[in-house]
């Protein structure tokens, strides 16, 4: 490859875009952000607005290659890492959604994740597709939007009911990749980690699985053609006559967190890294065998290159870390998230509160839909640092119930765990998460690792870098944080964390859908 390229990402997270520009040594030369938009219109619905996610790409892509004087010639791949699950489908002719996309943490199909629970279905999907059935996931979405989208609502040309034009071909249904890859190339592409995570995906067969379309009524007609993470082939073309002005092969997609495992070049079984994000998404390669969970992790399809078997991993998903310090910047305990690791300095401990910043329920290992945000612990003494400090312990905490789930389920001790994501450049967090599970922190130099896995897979299957020693080969350590706490005292303070943990549970029980 000439010096003079590079390989180009789109990163199209839950807040808001990305688009970062990539040398070979894996340092970022451009980059550009764009936020969107979030909806909600009633209590634990969570919508996206697909057309302005779509603009905003645009947007990040252009600013970006203009502000770094490049050509859009000069990329010689692009790859594209997207929030899994949010879940939408758009109409073929005119290209345009028929409803709002609906987000990973969209919780309106609770009652129906229930009644599949209360016909005793749970251990039948989580064969076939690793997955707990939970909100959560693609499927409920998708079957809520071909019963509840509504034409005359939309506007639509053709009065037909929704369904009836999705079985005749007319919709498409897909996850925020494939929309973008159908945006820049007019092919219904996805990849086999986006399929994987909408409880549609046969991840043992490898395929769309007939009996789960039956039972969430989706026709087949609306999915798109699985392919691998890094895909020589490619996935399609930029249009020439669209808004880069160039035929840049799109080359690779990877959900975000599978992204970030390929881009902390956790190629190896045992391998697991944590990416703190608007949640936390804990994961670890266990090679070319999926791993049936025990203890309330996900099996799910970590990547795949080019004609080489599938790579699986174990996951616990945390649906509120980032989101928790948002929130008290929303309640306006703080003005800036970089005043939480000074605030939690400036006290010893918590004083005894815990914050369970359970606001859309509690992922794995719980998964209770119906847990909700829980402060305990409060004295008149409380002062805003505690609870500050409690938010971050709470981050601290999740993992470290996942960390000790994972453990039991693959048989592995952890000896180091990779992080990445905004939240790890708080040297506090860190330090925390480190004393709490006690094992060593990893934080690499380029911590944008979602989007540079996902450039990674398109450089690989393009042949800008060779093979995946290459890529083994950039990833640098900032900085390595381990534990100074005892663990008895670790210990301690997990274990009243399972008492407030309960105090959380099963509390939305009368909020209709939700």
Known sequence: MPANTYVGAIDQGT?????????HAGQVVANAYEKHEQIYPEPGWVEHDPMEIWENTKTVVSRALREADLDPEQLAGLGITNQRETTLIWDVESGKPIYNALVWQDRRTTDRVEEIQEAGKV?????????????????????????????????RVRPQDVRERAEEGELRMGTIDSWLIYKLTGRHVTDVTNASRTMLYNIREMEWDDELLEEFNVPVQLLPEVRPSSDEDYYGYTDPEGFLGAE??????????????????????????????????FLMNTGDEPVSSEHGLLTTVGFQQSGEPVQYALEGSIFVTGAAIEWLEDVQLIDDPTETAELARSVDSTDGVYVVPAFTGLGAPHWDGRARGTIVGMTRGTR?????????????????????????????????????????????????????IQTDIARPEVDETTALGSAYAAGLAVGYWNDVDELRENWQVDRQFSARMEPEKADQMYDRWDDAVERSRDWARDEGGD
């Not at 251990?123 to 005359?152: Q, V």
């Not at 599978?258 to 703190?276: E, H, I, S, V």
């Open 384 to 436: 805003r640092e505690h609870i500050v400090r409690a938010t971050l312990e709470s981050i601290a905490y999740q993992t470290r119930d996942i960390a000790e789930a994972m453990e039991a389920d693959a048989g592995v001790e952890m000896n180091r765990l990779r992080v990445d994501g905004g939240a790890v450049k708080n040297n506090f967090l860190c330090q925390l998460q480190s004393d709490i």
């Open 248 to 281: 840049i092969p799109v080359a690779g997609a990877l959900g975000d967190q599978q992204a970030a495992l390929f881009g902390q070049t956790c190629f190896d079984a045992g391998d697991a890294k944590n990416t703190y994000g608007t949640g936390s998404f």
């Open 123 to 155: 251990e039948w999907i989580r064969e076939k597709t690793g997955l707990e059935c939970d909100a959560y996931f693609s499927a409920t979405k998708a079957e809520w939007l071909l019963d509840n989208a509504d034409p005359i609502k939309l506007e």
């Open 15 to 23: 807040t808001g875009t990305r688009f970062m520009v990539f040398d």
